[in-house]
């Protein structure tokens, strides 16, 4: 099923429900496969760094096609060459999520605003929203 913006608009409110739930406001972008801003949602009370970090962590996610945990294993040095060479900064937290239809990468998903755990949960909800 391909992204459209119905679904991503869906995967946002899950998110943000999720982030209700757990007392925080946060951002959530959602790029597509290829790392371009797809959707974006901003809680009010949400850091207005957050902007940036969760569309971070959303390029981090498409670019390299992984999950946060996985990217804390890369060494330093390759995520500061990426994002050197892509000239923007990658970011490897552990709530980096990627949504993904059987093999094939759809999104990367970011949130912020939250601790990383929380930031995670929050995202996953995105993710596991994108089936309705």
């Known amino acids: 099923m391909p992204l459209t913006a119905e679904i991503a608009q869906?995967?946002?409110?899950?998110?943000?429900d999720?982030?209700?739930?757990?007392?925080?406001?946060?951002?959530?972008?959602?790029v597509d496969a290829n790392g371009r801003l797809f959707a974006f949602g901003r809680m009010n009370d949400a850091p207005w760094i957050s902007i940036e970090v969760s569309q971070g962590k959303a390029f981090t996610g498409a670019l390299m096609g992984r999950d946060g945990p996985?990217?804390?294993?890369?060494?330093?040095?390759?995520?500061?060459?990426?994002?050197?060479?892509?000239?923007?900064g990658l970011i490897p937290m552990g709530s980096v999520t990627?949504?993904?239809?059987?093999?094939?990468?759809i999104a990367g998903i970011g949130c912020s605003g939250a601790t990383d755990e929380q930031d995670?949960?929050?995202?996953?909800?995105a993710r596991d929203?994108?089936?309705g």
């Open 10 to 16: 869906r995967m946002i409110q899950a998110s943000q």
């Open 18 to 30: 999720k982030a209700r739930e757990l007392g925080v406001a946060v951002c959530t972008a959602i």
């Open 98 to 105: 990627t949504l993904r239809e059987g093999g094939t990468l």
């Open 120 to 125: 995670g949960e929050c995202a996953h909800a």
């Open 70 to 88: 996985e990217l804390q294993q890369m060494q330093p040095a390759m995520i500061s060459s990426l994002s050197l060479l892509h000239g923007r």
């Open 129 to 131: 929203a994108y089936a």
